[in-house]
């Protein structure tokens, strides 16, 4: 079972910057994935991006070129810098943890608005 903590949402006016944060812990195996999906109200739950281990990276198209994703591989933390956000990138944001099992977090609120 890994557990994830996440950090780093909250409200911010459109063009704003926020990071947020998901560490990995307990039985973590290698090699695996880790990244973010988001729920806005009333939509399904969709990717944004993902991370392996060995640090190849998968982006949403709505968020290629405004959002990085890297992770600290001695730390089990991911990280999603969200630059030029926009009013529909709100939603709750989700840490993925992908092994021989998926793992999800609590999911942590970012809101774009001014």
């Known amino acids: 079972q890994v557990q994830l903590e996440e950090s780093g949402g909250g409200l911010v006016q459109p063009g704003g910057s926020l990071r947020l944060s998901c560490v990995a812990s307990?039985?973590?195996?290698?090699?695996?994935?880790m990244g973010w999906y988001r729920q806005a109200p009333e939509k399904e739950r969709e990717l944004v991006a993902t991370v392996n281990s060995f640090g190849w990276t998968n982006y949403a198209d709505s968020v290629k070129g405004r959002f990085t994703i890297f992770r600290d591989n001695q730390k089990n933390t991911v990280y999603l810098q969200m630059n030029s956000l926009k009013a529909e990138d709100t939603a709750i944001y989700y840490c993925y943890f992908g092994t021989r099992a998926i793992s999800w977090g609590q999911g942590t609120q970012v809101t774009v608005s001014s």
């Open positions: 307990g039985r973590i195996f290698n090699p695996n994935t």
